[in-house]
């Protein structure tokens, strides 16, 4: 008997999964490990670096740059400060969301990792001066220009964000769920087994074969 397949181009694909409280327990200690390593950096940067003195590294290949951002990149939005809490928010319900189902251990560092980029960056707009929602984020590494000419100066949570965001947007490509499953292609797995039958019809020699031993 053949297996019927599900109509559709594409296939959800079982795969083994971890547990959903493994993930959510991988997914928090991750952002925990990235939020308190952010508020780490940002601490020294503060205690050891000082404002218009770069250190260079590397060749000039990173500088260390200290600065506090009351926008986004390239400081855009400086005058908007209280509406990225308001993102963040929205950030934390979103992963609050996907949660619900996750049972991947890639999508849940990915979830951690924006986890922790958007209250690293929370933190400092809270606690920091000018006050509440109005704070400035502490920014500290820049590329190849010490002053965040070539691309804008970041911090840890900027890093953890970005690299989350990668993460997720490969995950979807590839086809990965959060729920465990993979996603494929049923097109090309038709197309395999319309050749397989295909190539078996036109074999006489396995045609024959095949009756011969019905007969025997």
């Known amino acids: 008997m053949t297996a019927v397949r599900p109509d559709g181009p594409d296939t959800a694909v079982p795969k083994a999964g971890v547990g959903r409280r493994r993930a959510i327990t991988i997914l928090v200690a991750t952002a925990l490990l990235v939020l308190l390593a952010d508020i780490g950096t940002k601490q020294l940067a503060l205690s050891n670096l000082t404002d218009g003195e770069p250190v260079r590294l590397l060749g000039g290949a990173v500088y260390l740059t200290l600065i506090r951002n009351s926008g986004a990149a390239f400081g855009l939005g400086s005058e908007y400060t209280w509406v990225f809490p308001l993102v963040t928010v929205g950030v934390v319900g979103w992963i609050s969301w996907m949660a619900t189902k996750l049972r991947s251990l890639p999508w849940a560092i990915s979830l951690g990792l924006v986890l922790a980029g958007a209250l690293g960056n929370f933190v400092d707009r809270i606690f920091r ?88």
């Not at 220009?145 to 804008?152: A, E, F, I, V």
């Open 129 to 216: 001066a000018p006050g509440p929602f109005l704070g400035h984020v502490v920014d500290m590494v820049s590329l190849f220009d010490p002053y965040g000419q070539t691309w804008p100066i970041f911090n840890l949570a900027d890093s953890a964000l970005v690299s989350g965001v990668i993460l997720a947007i490969l995950l979807e490509l590839t086809g990965r769920q959060r729920d465990g499953t993979r996603i494929r292609n049923s097109s090309a797995d038709k197309g395999a087994q319309s050749g397989a039958a295909t190539a078996q019809d036109g074999d006489p020699e396995a045609s024959s074969g095949t009756r011969d031993r019905d007969a025997k």
